[in-house]
């Protein structure tokens, strides 16, 4: 199948959402009927307009969205991993075709320079932030418009990258995905995406952690990236916040939740329509943060729906 690296990268990405329990098994016994009873008629519209509904999504199973002190930990913890996951899902169906893809933070498919870039390093302590999603907008260049099966590459010995490895000859993702992200690093833009169930017990997290990477300085031996990558280099750097929210409202613009949040360089964002000075619905946030990738996601959209059962089957529609 001809897949330049970044869809390869976007089928991974959703793959693995999927190869989680918690994912996969409220996706089956729910989320897909209630995704598909909103995509009746599958257009760009309505699948961008899926964001005012997350929260609804969410919401329809019994565990994942219900407050209250009778949740056990083990549903706190597991409706947040299941809330990033849907988030995840959604954001990739809309970037489909684009430069952009969304990653669930891991070794695994996160470049490493980036990886490095988001480093903060307390003295000889390093601690990495509580990035839920790493959003990844990989440049208009020809390495990553091209099959990805006719990538030539070469590391820092000059020794050529092979494009399988192992008995099964799988693609060479990491090593592949390291060495364009090194060659390219100051063209690349990334976005930090964290995304919580709750927002009033959470709120300050994302607003801390945008400041740190504001910051152009620390005393005390604090500092954010490594020698050889930073932030600074990459060609755009956001943080973002994502909420269902399942905390009691009313949120208002003067809600402590709500300021803590209101100026984060990539904004704040909830399951729902947007409310003026509270949050954005998720579905603007591919305009806000990722235009340069996803100059018309109607567009890509558009084209990707007749593929939505070939093609891009990974979504499982």
Not at 114 to 119: D, F, N
Not at 187 to 199: L, R
Not at 241 to 269: D, E, H, I
Not at 277 to 301: D, L, P, W, Y
Request: hydrophobic content about 35%; glycine content about 6%.
């Amino acid at each position: 199948m001809t897949q330049n690296i970044v869809e390869h990268l976007r089928e991974l990405a959703i793959n693995k959402l999927f190869n989680t329990n918690t994912f996969s098994n409220v996706w089956a016994q729910r989320w897909q009927s209630e995704v598909n009873s909103k995509l009746a008629v599958r257009n760009a519209t309505n699948i961008i307009n899926l964001g005012d509904h997350l929260t609804e999504i969410f919401k329809s199973t019994s565990n994942s969205g219900k407050p209250g002190p009778s949740r056990t930990q083990s549903d706190v913890s597991g409706g947040g991993a299941a809330w990033e996951a849907l988030v995840c899902w959604y954001l990739n169906l809309c970037l489909v075709g684009t430069n952009t893809v969304v990653v669930k933070s891991s070794n695994e498919l996160i470049p490493e320079p980036i990886r490095e870039s988001l480093k903060v390093s307390y003295g000889t302590f390093v601690s990495n932030t509580e990035s839920d999603l790493i959003a990844i907008t990989f440049p208009s260049l020809t390495n990553y418009a091209i099959n990805k099966t006719t990538l030539s590459l070469v590391n820092n010995q000059g020794i050529a990258i092979p494009l399988t490895i192992g008995r099964n000859s799988r693609f060479n993702t990491k090593a592949i995905l390291n060495q364009l992200a090194e060659n390219d690093f100051s063209s690349y833009e990334v976005g930090v995406i964290q995304c919580k169930t709750n927002w009033n017990d959470n709120a300050q997290i994302p607003m801390l952690w945008d400041l740190i990477y504001a910051s152009n300085g620390f005393r005390n031996g604090v500092s954010v990236g490594t020698s050889a990558f930073s932030i600074r280099n990459l060609q755009h750097f956001s943080y973002s916040f994502v909420t269902v929210p399942t905390s009691r409202g009313p949120f208002t613009s003067n809600s402590t939740a709500v300021k803590r949040v209101s100026n984060l360089s990539g904004g704040n964002f909830w399951g729902q329509s947007s409310q003026s000075n509270v949050a954005h619905s998720i579905k603007e946030m591919c305009s806000m943060n990722f235009s340069n990738g996803a100059t018309n996601i109607r567009q890509s959209i558009s084209v990707a729906i007749p593929l939505l059962s070939t093609t891009y089957s990974y979504f499982r529609l």
